[in-house]
């Protein structure tokens, strides 16, 4: 089993960014992507971006973030960012970091953290 737990969400005003961490613990050598999603209320839960463990230049975002975010990951830490620059108020929801093992589904998820964002 992997374990993962986010931080770093909060209040911000609209134009502003924040970066959110995951840590992952456990079975960390089955990892072979790590993701972030999103779910704003009343709304499914959305993907936001992805990157590939073993080689963190391969990425891909969502449409909506595209330019605006950046996933990263610092393999010696277990740990996945995701910058999050000129944040609108759409932005705002509970966002999950996730990870699946090669060929799986995303089955490991964080226990969230919350993004306000203020207009």
């Known amino acids: 089993q992997v374990q993962l737990v986010e931080s770093g969400g909060g209040l911000v005003e609209a134009g502003g960014s924040l970066r959110l961490s995951c840590a992952a613990s456990?079975?960390?050598?089955?990892?072979?992507?790590m993701a972030w999603f999103r779910q704003a209320p009343g709304k499914e839960r959305e993907f936001v971006a992805r990157i590939r463990w073993s080689s963190g230049s391969t990425t891909l975002y969502a449409d909506s973030v595209s330019g605006r975010f950046t996933i990263s990951r610092d393999n010696a830490n277990n740990t996945v960012y995701l910058q999050m620059n000129s944040l609108k108020p759409e932005d705002t929801a509970v966002y999950y970091c996730?990870?699946?093992?090669?060929?799986?589904?995303?089955?490991?998820w964080g226990q969230g953290t919350q993004v306000t964002v203020s207009s």
């Open positions: 456990g079975r960390t050598f089955s990892i072979y992507d």
């Open positions: 996730t990870t699946r093992g090669r060929g799986s589904s995303y089955n490991y």
